[in-house]
């Protein structure tokens, strides 16, 4: 663990970060008439900004031509998130990311897999309350989401990766997921420890950071997005599982199964899926619970799918298994490819074992 040592010092040199933003309840307003929140412009946020340049700081953003609550993100939406990171990569030592909270981890997770070899800090935040509001949780998820964006320790960035920050914790971007719609603390990772917390200092756990690989970033922008989720469920129907393996140009399913990846042993089950895995549909399996592992095998409720070639998701969240989905189906790869790099932590997003 080490001290964010972020103070002002005037010889220090100016820390570059360009904030992009999306959108989301940090930069919403209540409609007159219907008194429902709706995104506004960029401006309405910077005002609420202290002078971050009498700090050493160099801010500037971009911006989403009409800023968007982040149920209507999408995989093009995220490709202009990634574009503008690849246009500006050299000229910024980091990036802020102002997003809904939302579908948060799911742009982030999709932009862990765009970015490869990505050596510089992108940090999502977003806030429960707009920047306007006396008691907004924004100014501080902003101001700390800025201040590690533009961490370095020996001229290194310290977070080379994509990161959410939110109320006082920096945490591992594909690992994460919204789980409280009502606390200020709206983000877990439970499968990864937390990769800093801001007390009065930023105390950053070194062991849990990605580390920089100096190569060159590559930007993957072909997403495949004839994908789809298949959520169990205790008396789910032959007619429900078919009507979703049946979706015309389905290419991958991620089946969301039973504590360690279980699911019903009936004939009529394994048969669908091992019909649809032989129409060339990826099928990957990840468990319900947010916090442990898939572990086909261990019961006789996951051998058969182990069997006809589901694959394992391992300790994988929902949002990060839809978007390596989408990335690795993007890929166009041989099959045993397809199952080993998905089995494979490509951005630390699930535990090797
Ligand atoms: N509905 C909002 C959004 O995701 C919620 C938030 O920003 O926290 O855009």
């Known amino acids: 663990m080490q001290n964010n040592s972020s103070d002002f010092d005037p010889m220090m040199e100016k820390v570059s970060v360009l904030v992009i933003y999306t959108g ?67 000229e910024y030592d980091g990036f802020v990311v102002l997003h809904g909270s939302d579908t948060m981890a799911y742009t982030a997770s999709a932009l ?30 902003f101001i700390a ?34 789980y409280n719609a009502e606390n200020f603390m709206a983000f877990r990772s439970g499968n990864y ?10 105390q950053y756990k070194e ?9 060159n970033l590559k930007v993957n922008t072909s997403l495949e997005t004839n994908i789809t989720l ?13 009507a979703v393996l049946n979706i015309k140009g389905l290419k991958g399913l991620v089946i969301t199964s039973f504590g360690a990846g279980n699911a019903p042993t009936s004939k009529w089950f394994i048969n669908e899926i091992k019909k649809a895995i032989s129409r060339g549909i990826k099928i990957v399996n990840v468990s319900q619970c947010p916090e442990g592992m898939v572990k086909m095998g261990r019961y ?9 070639g589901v694959i394992s998701g391992k300790d ?10 989408m990335y690795l189906l993007g890929c166009r790869l041989p099959d045993e490819t397809f199952r080993s790099l998905f089995e494979t932590s490509l951005r630390g997003e699930i535990t090797s074992q």
């Open 24 to 90: 989301g309840t940090i930069g919403m307003q209540h409609d007159h008439e219907t008194g429902a929140l709706v995104p506004v412009n960029f401006d309405n946020i910077s005002q609420e900004i202290p002078a971050l340049e009498d700090y050493n700081f160099c801010i500037d953003s971009w911006s989403f031509d009409k800023p968007i609550d982040s149920s209507d993100m999408n995989p093009n939406a995220w490709i202009k998130i990634a574009r503008v990171i690849e246009e500006k990569y050299e």
């Open 112 to 141: 862990s897999f765009m970015l490869e070899n990505l050596n510089k800090p992108v940090i999502f935040t977003g806030s429960q309350l707009p920047m306007g509001m006396l008691r907004t949780d924004g100014h501080d998820n």
């Open 145 to 178: 989401s800025i201040l590690i964006a533009g961490e370095k320790e020996d001229n290194t960035p310290k977070v080379p990766e994509v990161a959410i920050y939110f109320e006082n914790y920096l945490f591992r971007a594909n690992r994460t997921f919204k």
């Open 193 to 202: 420890p937390e990769l800093a917390h801001a007390g009065i200092n930023i």
């Open 207 to 215: 062991k849990y950071l990605a580390k920089p690989n100096f190569k």
């Open 230 to 242: 298949l959520h169990l469920y205790p008396g789910i129907t032959p007619q429900a599982v078919s």
């Open 300 to 308: 006789q409720t996951s051998l058969e799918l182990e069997r006809i």
């Open 316 to 325: 994988i969240t929902t949002e990060s298994a839809v978007a390596k989905m």
